[in-house]
């Protein structure tokens, strides 16, 4: 059982704000994993990326990384979907560079298509971007598909479960806070758990941070907030070390990398000794 806790995207509390220097900052605050945040574009270059595989390899820093959010898959305009794969192919290419395990993707919106058409959609524009992976010899790095908080957006649990059981190369990217709102304010992460069992994951990439509460409605939101309410992180971690899941939990939250610390003292707490 292995766990990999780190901030999404650069330590905020690092002298020095570049990548490496992030990686010097998770090093001494004994975090294991970062999320490198390709969310407007991938800034990573070719004469770039073995400087960062190597320095993450060395400070024992296990690498995932986000795809840019403007991609759609099942878009109504086919320039957009051409788009969309050029950008998750970069994405993936580059994190094969540096090492990453898994890019994290919102894939697609429903663009006016029922759940059953998205996936079919989603899988005939997959089945180019793998058949693309394999001529560039990419084959190291997976393709995280994550779940979605807006109901507009493909990405329920069981849609991209679906979508993994049919495409082998695609793997979930679990956002324990987007399934928190999709479902109204609830999770049962044990749920979650077993329903995840039949896709046989030797390893579970996700992110985690708190939700909003819109005070007018009543309704939690997608907007991250800080971890010390809603979902419970706590009660995530013992059904982690339940089940003795390895697992990379990536830190959504605005205190990126402190609250990566929090999550590891949760852990700690519960009687869990990270090397």
């Known amino acids: 059982m292995k766990i990999f806790l780190g901030?999404?995207?650069?330590?905020?509390?690092?002298?020095?704000?570049?990548?490496?220097?992030?990686?010097?900052?998770?090093?001494?605050?004994?975090?294991?994993?970062?999320?490198?945040?390709?969310?407007r574009k991938v800034y990573i270059t070719e004469k770039t990326a073995p400087e960062i595989r190597d320095k993450a390899k060395e400070l024992g820093i296990s690498l995932t990384t986000h795809a840019p959010y403007a991609i759609n898959l099942c878009s109504n305009a086919k320039s957009i979907i051409e788009s969309s794969k050029r950008m998750i192919l970069e994405t993936l290419k580059i994190s094969e560079m540096i090492g990453s395990e898994c890019v994290a993707t919102h894939v697609?919106?429903?663009?006016?298509?029922?759940?059953?058409?998205t996936i079919e959609k989603l899988?005939?524009?997959?089945k180019d971007i793998f058949d693309e992976m394999k001529q560039e010899g990419i084959k190291n790095v997976k393709l995280g598909i994550e779940t979605m908080a807006r109901i507009s957006q493909f990405g329920s649990l069981d849609e991209i479960i679906k979508l993994c059981k049919e495409v082998?190369?695609?793997?979930?990217?679990?956002?324990?806070?987007h399934i928190f709102v999709r479902n109204n304010g609830k999770i049962d992460y044990k749920e979650v758990f077993d329903?995840?069992?039949?896709?046989?994951?030797?390893?579970?990439?996700?992110?985690?941070?708190?939700?909003?509460?819109?005070?007018?409605?009543?309704?939690?939101?997608?907007?991250?907030?800080?971890?010390?309410?809603?979902p419970s992180f706590e009660h995530l971690a013992e059904e982690i070390l339940k089940r003795k899941i390895d697992i990379s939990i990536i830190s959504e939250s605005p205190m990126l990398e402190?609250?990566?610390?929090?999550?590891?003292?949760?852990?700690?707490?519960?009687?869990y000794k990270f090397n």
């Open 195 to 230: 329903k995840l069992e039949v896709l046989k994951l030797d390893h579970i990439y996700s992110h985690f941070s708190n939700s909003k509460l819109n005070t007018l409605t009543g309704k939690f939101v997608d907007v991250h907030v800080p971890i010390k309410s809603h």
């Open 7 to 39: 901030p999404a995207g650069n330590c905020a509390t690092a002298e020095d704000r570049t990548t490496l220097g992030s990686f010097d900052r998770i090093k001494e605050l004994k975090l294991n994993a970062q999320e490198i945040e390709f969310v």
């Open 108 to 117: 697609a919106y429903y663009s006016g298509l029922t759940p059953e058409q």
């Open 258 to 271: 402190l609250d990566s610390v929090k999550m590891k003292k949760t852990f700690e707490k519960l009687g």
């Open 168 to 177: 082998k190369h695609a793997v979930p990217y679990v956002d324990w806070c």
């Open 123 to 126: 899988k005939n524009n997959l």
